[in-house]
């Protein structure tokens, strides 16, 4: 067992303060990973104050993990002390299911685990996050940070990165496509990056006007400030793909107007209350309403090589892992640039 100085939510809405976390003894394929950065996610706010329902508490938040390998089990191949490494939103799976099989873990069949706020496969054994001075897991659940991301800005490619890059390669974007991102938050801003890399034609559809010189400067072509785009008529019919990364209810029958015939919503945004579309809005032009999670972690090495190749990682606003609360806050009122990442140093100091 190793001791990890960490964050935790210990009940519900609570502040986050500091605790201590046991990471199990290393098994034979697993690595000790010292974490460096962790980025802030809108997802470990919504969890932390429980709003997708029951969650399980103590909670350590955090799931955009840089940092190095410090140990190695001795079965572990692929990993060697040193290394730079990354884990996202999952720690383990069934690993013999189609899903698994196919390479998308965060699909398994009988459940990912995610690497935090979850059972281990034991079913009793808890998962803690990111928000710690080290984590422990199994080195097919890491992927290798190439040289030329830098640790701190390359942290939040492991949700935000891989929840914008899945969606855009399974609906295929590239040139000729109009894609639409809704919300330039932390999974929107690498989606523009990501959606214009990849050639296609980005607009940004956002609720506050300040962003607009943002979102030309993360490559946009168009920006669309609305918070009622079923006024915004001369967009009806705009877009064959529409990126949601919106972290609370919008109305869908008025985005499902911007798309073309055949075009696609994908919800990534997971707001707490529940939302509906009417049936109308989706046949008159025989569109689609989608969901996309995270990629399995092949595609997210593929993204992390894609992001090196193009230059992109995210911009962030680094904070101490002590001032965790004040940015929550500020997460929740929308006052972020476009990630917080979290400088493990301030908790080993
Ligand atoms: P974020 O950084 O807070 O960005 C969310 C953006 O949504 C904001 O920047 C804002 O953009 C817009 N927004 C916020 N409140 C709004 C409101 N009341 N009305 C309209 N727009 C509003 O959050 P994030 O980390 O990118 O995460 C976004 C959502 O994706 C969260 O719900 C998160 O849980 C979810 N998520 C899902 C997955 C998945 O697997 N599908 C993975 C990661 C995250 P504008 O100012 O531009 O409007
Ligand atoms: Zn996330
Ligand atoms: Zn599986």
Request: charged residues 20%; neutral net charge.
């Amino acid at each position: 067992m190793y001791l990890a100085k960490a964050f935790a939510a210990q009940r519900r809405g609570e502040p986050l303060t500091a605790w201590q976390v046991q990471r199990r003894a290393l098994r034979p394929r697993d690595v000790l990973i010292e974490i460096d950065f962790c980025g802030v996610c809108h997802s470990d706010l919504h969890q932390a104050r429980g709003e997708w329902g029951r969650q399980l508490f103590p909670m350590v938040p955090g799931h955009e993990i840089v940092g190095h390998v410090q140990r190695v089990g001795p079965a572990v191949s692929r990993r060697q002390v040193g290394d730079r490494v990354g884990v996202g939103c999952f720690v383990d799976s069934c690993r013999r299911c189609a899903s698994c099989l196919e390479g998308l873990e965060p699909y398994c069949e009988q459940g990912m685990t995610a690497t935090y706020n979850s059972l281990e496969r034991d079913g009793l054994t808890r998962s803690y996050g990111g928000y710690a001075t080290a984590i422990v897991v199994d080195e097919a659940y890491t992927v290798a940070i190439p040289e030329a991301l830098p640790s701190d800005a390359a942290a939040p490619l492991l949700c935000a990165g891989i929840t914008v890059y899945s969606p855009l390669r399974h609906w295929r974007a590239g040139p000729g496509t109009r894609v639409a991102v809704l919300g330039l938050g932390g999974l929107g801003h690498v989606a523009v990056k990501i959606a214009r890399a990849l050639g296609a034609e980005v607009s940004v559809l956002s609720h506050s006007a300040r962003k607009e010189q943002d979102a030309f400067r993360l490559g946009a072509h168009a920006f669309h400030c609305a918070t009622d785009f079923a006024t915004q008529t001369h967009l009806r019919g705009a877009f064959d793909l529409i990126l949601h990364t919106v972290s609370s209810r919008v109305d869908l029958d008025a985005l499902a107007g911007l798309l073309r015939r055949d075009g696609t919503l994908v919800m990534l945004g997971i707001s707490p209350e529940p939302q509906g579309i009417r049936a109308f809005s989706l046949i008159s032009q025989r569109r689609s309403l989608a969901g996309s999670t995270m990629g399995g972690i092949a595609q997210t090495q593929e993204m992390l090589d894609f992001c090196a190749q193009h230059g992109i990682c995210c911009d962030i606003e680094r904070i101490r892992m002590q001032d965790i609360n004040e940015a929550f806050e500020r997460l929740q009122g929308g006052d972020v640039r476009y990630r917080f990442v979290i400088d493990m140093a301030s908790l080993r100091a």
